[in-house]
């Protein structure tokens, strides 16, 4: 009997081998390919001029500013594959595991000193950074902080005079303006980091500090506070890096279980090399997906209990002290919950109570943890309602519903620039996964993790783009929907997990993208000097010289160790910098 049904098993065909996911690569490189095309070789900005564009940085970095960025790539990227290798082969259960937690701990570092050595590619990159902080035009928080004097009235008043402050904090809660006050309360009680701070300012812009001090000024927009107040911006800015890069091993974490350790480490790898992340790491938008990173964990611990709801209203409602868009963040986690409470059949085990009440136990508790979130706030003497209400209307002038940015416009262009900055082959992969994130949720399988979350994020993200929310600026404030997509990305990338070829290629085209967004980095970013605006000059006909050029211009650079002003001056005849005809 035993050999007769041996028989049929071998007669029986073997499931087909799985093969390398050629369209989507294609789809991806031909991606990646048009992006180099739209800004190198016809020199055009990300967006609508009339409306809102990140234009094309107008100069090139020489060579030798790639070093730290490529070095910190080798280093790292070596020993992330000699620990995969060693991972793969391990046959210790809890060796294996192990081995895992090294390479998610090793991500996390690997992307927070990426996002050092790409900035370091700018010119006395400190000064840019502090520029970014002091500077009432594009954020505005540290020089407010600098006018607490009294903290507990300073709450009591925020909801009544937030029309009157700068564009930035009008728009935002006070936890915007608390974080970087907490900075600045360390440095004084600990002098010891601001001295380390202002070491790194002196060394990273090799200048003086009158020198720091005087190019920091000639920016639209600072009121220079001080030296302490620079120490602030240059520990904010590298802690906000930090924190965001700790996604990274959240998300490893949370999805694992329901993953696997394979697919849950290029799940982190793909957040980790996300050009949101990496290019724009001085900002509070790190702060808020920071804590999308921890509502995605909460959410996946409801498998285990659903009080685990309870702590992500309550994760929520801190994100909203810190920004108003995290209303969208609060949207990804009711439908997550409203669809497991929808679409999971009774009895599961992640729902203690699902026999009397159903999943809708868990969107309870989610309320409750928010609304005991929200009254926190009253605790501490803000006034919740109106700060939100205030807050809101601010940004509906700015940017929303009331703005002059045209709805039409941006209801296709916002999903591109986001695309762009999530990363083209993420975002490609992303959208190659929605027919089995449809399968699973139709499945109304408990165990669908990744595309519940993915389909809570998904409906979030059309939802806020169709009713005109938000016009433009996606590129970095929507990067609190990059953890939640990538655990369901991960598994078209990691389809046959034998096959490692689709991580390495996709790895690669992520990396290739980062180039040509380094023409744009500190455009969007950063606090242009006076002038640079006009020094980009009007677009050109697009022809393939301006590719030749700039080629050519990166060599002679190279070559003669010269900087970019000195190529300039070389070579003024091509032109190779402001790609014009």
Known sequence: METHETEIEAAEPAPPARRLPLRLLIAQAALVVALVVWIIVLGRPLGIEWEWCIRVRPWIYPLRFLAPGLLTLAGFGGLIWYLWRAMRREKIAHHRAGLAWTIAVSLVAGAWCMQ?????????????????????????????????????????????????KVEHVATHPPGAVLFFYGVRRAGEMMPALNDWALTVATAGSEMKLDEVRAAIMSYPGPTWKGEHALATAVVSSYLLGALGCLMVIIVFAATRSALGDERALVAAAMLGLAPSLLLFFPLLDQLIAFFGALMLAALAGTQRHWAWSLVAGLVGAAAMFVSLGALALLAIGGVFLLLRA????????????????????????????????????????????????????????????????????????????????????????????????VSDLRSRSAQALPAYLAGAALVTLLALDISGIVRGETSRIWLFFVPFLVPAA???????????????????????????????????????????????GPQGRPTLKRLAQFCEGLVFTALNGMDTGEVVGARAGLDCLSFLD
């Open 490 to 536: 991960s598994r078209v990338l990691l389809d046959d997990e034998g096959d490692i070829r689709p991580r390495g290629l996709i790895s690669s085209l992520s990396l290739a993208e980062l180039c040509p967004q380094l023409l744009v980095l500190g455009v969007f970013a950063q606090v242009l000097p006076v002038g640079v605006r006009g020094d980009i």
């Open 116 to 164: 050092v050595a790409l900035w370091t590619m700018v010119p006395a990159y400190v000064v840019e950074l502090a520029a970014i902080q002091f500077s009432h035009v594009s954020t505005g928080y540290l020089e407010e902080a600098y006018t607490i004097d009294d903290l507990p009235r300073y709450l009591r008043e925020y909801a009544r005079d937030m029309p009157s």
């Open 342 to 437: 929808l679409l999971v059949r009774g009895g599961q085990a992640d729902l203690t109570w699902a026999g009397r009440f159903g999943g809708f136990a868990a969107l309870a508790g989610y309320a409750v943890g928010l609304v005991v979130g929200l009254a926190a706030w009253r605790v501490i003497g803000v006034d919740t309602i109106g700060v939100i209400s205030a807050g809101l209307g601010s940004h509906s002038h700015i940017a929303g519903t009331s703005s002059f940015r045209s709805w039409h416009i941006w209801v296709w262009l916002n999903l591109i620039e986001f695309g762009v900055f999530l990363g083209l082959p993420l975002a490609a992969a992303t959208v190659a996964a929605v027919p089995r994130v």
